[in-house]
């Protein structure tokens, strides 16, 4: 039940997914006969990204000119499903993007993913921390880590200003702002709820660290020596439910892309959302910035910085060298510099080496790291089986259809199913 339970949950995921039948390693990559030339494709749910991709593919192929590699990535919501379809099918690409945590894990149990672990740069070059999401439990690695997110609050620095107003240093502070803005005929929060992924993911999976504690607290609830039903949970639904009356009118009916819309067009002052975002706002007629998620008073403010993309290759390609090759490049200090560079505005590089980013909101949103314990989304490496009954959870407790304890009492109801 858990595994169906999973795979049901990850298709629900909205950040993520793969490309309609595009073959791969063991159908469409490709070498010329008699000129060495071989052609990879590799698979991606960042649909959004073909020209970053594109450039970084273009460097590597100065470096290897008879290596062509083809990025198609496929629709978000789709990834999951027809990444496996494929590769259950072996059209499966050459190379392809890694969930962290249990989905890769599973693709690597069933023997298409290769192990990464010999990988020259993939022992070497990245924490254990930052390992830890592409590996089994003996330690193998199942794909060389990409790139990280992060979540933050978003704010109109021009409203600021205009109206006097300052960074909230505690939970208490920010719902005081909240209420100030509002009382000034503003639209305090752009965050809805229509596309359900990502009220849990940036909104509520972005401030639970603040009433839960870090990665170290997070453990004690997975393995039950701490219940999601206890003071600081139902504080964190509780936070939500404040939270709830300074979200848009209609907020039921709001979708992520009108979320954004509404922080770029001015008609909301703040926006509670994932450092990918911040390309969006490259344009703003106004000048923005960025702040932590705010812990309530006498606790300590934590950042949700979540290992988000890594890249495997299929076990079953027929150019299991060529994929080697490139992985290693993105495992080296010089590749993850090149690749720093074509990533999009708010995804951050994982490997251990000084990487300047240019773009200052890229480097505004790290600098929040500073002095901060980090920790990935509460049900990532663990209870990824809560993912839909949280969300589910989140959005009636914001709507005022279940109370911050009722819908603890339900998640710890979920979880001691999964421990």
């Not at 945590?101 to 599973?106: F, K, L």
């Not at 393995?223 to 936070?239: C, E, M, P, Y």
């Not at 994929?323 to 590089?349: D, H, Q, R, T, Y």
Request: net charge negative; with cysteine; aromatic share 12%.
């Amino acid at each position: 039940m858990k595994k169906a339970n999973t795979v049901a949950i990850v298709l629900l995921l909205g950040l993520g997914m793969l490309s309609p039948l595009y073959g791969t390693g063991s159908g469409e990559s490709s070498s010329t006969a008699g000129t060495g030339a071989v052609t990879l494709v590799m698979g991606s749910w960042r649909a959004d990204d073909v020209v970053q991709m594109n450039n970084l593919l273009a460097e590597y192929k100065k470096l290897k000119p008879n290596v062509t590699i083809q990025f198609r990535p496929t629709n978000p919501p789709d990834y999951n499903a027809t990444l496996r379809l494929q590769l259950d099918s072996g059209t499966g690409p050459d190379l392809m993007y890694a969930r962290s945590y249990a989905p890769g894990r599973e693709l690597f149990s069933a023997g298409y993913f290769a192990d990464c672990s010999g990988i020259p740069g993939v022992a070497q070059n990245f924490s254990a921390a930052n390992l830890a999401p592409w590996q089994m439990p003996d330690g193998k690695a199942f794909a060389v880590p990409f790139a990280a997110v992060s979540h933050a609050v978003y704010y109109n620095k021009t409203i600021f200003q205009k109206e006097g107003l300052s960074i909230p240093q505690t939970w208490e502070d920010f719902l005081a702002l909240c209420a100030t803005l509002a009382d000034k005929g503003y639209t305090p929060l752009a965050n809805g709820v229509a596309e359900e992924w990502d009220i849990l993911e940036v909104f509520y999976l972005g401030m639970l660290p603040n009433f839960i504690g870090g990665a170290k607290e997070r453990a004690a609830y997975e393995s039950g020596a701490k219940k999601l039903n206890d003071a600081n949970f139902v504080a964190s639904f509780q936070a939500a439910a404040d939270a709830a009356k300074y979200l848009p009118k209609g907020f039921e009916s709001v979708t992520y892309n009108d979320s954004q819309a509404l922080f770029n067009t001015q008609q909301a002052v703040m926006f509670m959302d994932g450092s990918w975002t911040a390309g969006v706002y490259a344009d703003a007629p106004f000048e923005w910035g960025l702040f932590a998620m705010p812990a309530p008073r006498g606790r300590a403010t934590l950042i949700t910085f979540h290992p988000d993309m890594a890249i495997t290759y299929n076990k079953a390609t027929k150019h299991p060298q060529e994929c080697g090759e490139f992985l290693a490049w993105l495992a080296s200090p010089e590749g993850a510099a090149i690749a720093s560079k074509a990533l999009p505005v708010g995804f951050f590089p994982m490997i251990n080496a000084p990487i300047k980013l240019n773009d200052p909101h890229a480097n505004e949103f790290l600098a929040l790291n500073n002095g901060k314990d980090t920790d990935a989304r509460f049900v990532w490496p663990k209870f990824l089986d809560l993912y839909a009954p949280m969300n589910e959870a989140v959005i009636k407790v914001l709507k005022g259809e279940l109370t911050p304890q009722q819908a603890a009492n339900n998640m710890e109801t979920q979880a001691a199913a999964l421990r």
